[in-house]
């Protein structure tokens, strides 16, 4: 780890795995607590096997918090973990910390624009669960 809490994964340009999923969780966590949000690990970080090309972290409200406060928790984690927020879909906001790509889920915000929504909406229109 750096002096601004920056964490360097084992594998610098990619397979990124349980252990540094859980690393950059337990990093970003306190800086999302106080602005009103705990963090879960997800994706293929956490139930698949081997390396990722990211990792998927869920941004959920404490229950207790009417309105969390997503800009200063934006700021303060550009500052103390230099975890640059490089696109906003609205739900999948993407964010780059030092070289670790992590989608950041944020499920009471709505679709948003992301790209593959348009995809998955038309998907779950022609969905038959009888061909499963």
Known sequence: MTSKNMY???HP???????????VCTLIEPIAEKHGYHVALTGGCLYGEGGRKDIDIVFYRIRQVIRPDDDSMFDELEVELEMTLLADHGFVKKFEMGNIP?????????YGDYP????????SKDFDPTTI
């Open 8 to 10: 360097t994964p084992p």
């Open 13 to 23: 340009t990619g397979d990124y795995d349980l252990s540094v999923g859980a690393a």
């Open 102 to 110: 992590i989608d950041a889920l944020f499920p009471e915000s709505g």
């Open 116 to 123: 593959i929504d348009s995809i998955r909406e038309k998907e």
